[in-house]
C-alpha cells in the first residue's frame, strides 16, 4: 500500500447562482481590482489515501466526491491531482 | 487586454488545526472510506482577469489573495493556473 496526495475541488455548476462570488467580486471592485471577473468560490478538498496505486487513489477520491463531498444536485467535482505522498516518518 | 482565467486556493497554514477537515474525515470512515486520512479544506476561487499577459493576471491574483482572499496570520495560498479564458460572445 502506497500512500497518495490527492486535491479536489467542488464547485457549483455553472446554472446555480454563486451568492459568495459575487460577494468577493464586489469587495475586489470596492479595494480596486477591476480586471477581475465572474468570481466563483469552491471547497478545495486535499487527502491522504492508502491505495495499491494512484489510479486506485482517484477512484476512491472520486466515491468520496460523488457520496458526500459534493452535492449532486448543485455541485461539480473534479480531481485535480494525484501524487505520492512523502511518509512522515521517514528519518 | 486578454481574459485570463485564474485558479486559486487558499488553505489553512499546517500548524493550524482544521477542525472542518476533521470532521469530513470523520464522515467519510463512518461511510467506510478508511483509506483517507488528513483530510485538509481550504477554498477554491476561480476568477476572469483582464491583463496583458499571463504573468500580470497572475500578479493581480497573488495581491487579490494578499489584500483580501487570505488572512495571511492563519492561511496561505497558491494560485493553481493562469490560462487563457475563450470569450463567450465569440459567435
Known amino acids: 500500500m502506497d500512500r497518495f496526495r490527492v486535491a479536489a475541488v467542488v464547485t457549483l455548476r455553472r446554472s446555480i447562482a454563486d451568492v459568495q462570488g459575487t460577494t468577493v467580486e464586489q469587495a475586489l471592485h ?3 481590482f477591476r480586471a477581475i471577473e465572474n468570481v466563483r468560490i ?3 478538498v486535499e ?3 492508502r491505495a495499491a496505486s494512484a489510479e486506485e487513489a482517484h477512484r476512491h ?3 468520496a466526491c460523488q457520496r458526500l463531498l459534493a452535492n449532486p444536485v448543485i455541485e461539480d467535482y ?3 491531482a494525484v ?3 512523502v511518509a512522515k516518518e521517514v528519518p
Open 30 to 32: 470596492a479595494l480596486g
Open 42 to 44: 469552491g471547497k478545495y
Open 47 to 49: 487527502m491522504e489515501i
Open 61 to 63: 477520491a472520486e466515491q
Open 78 to 80: 473534479q480531481i485535480l
Open 83 to 85: 501524487t505520492p505522498a
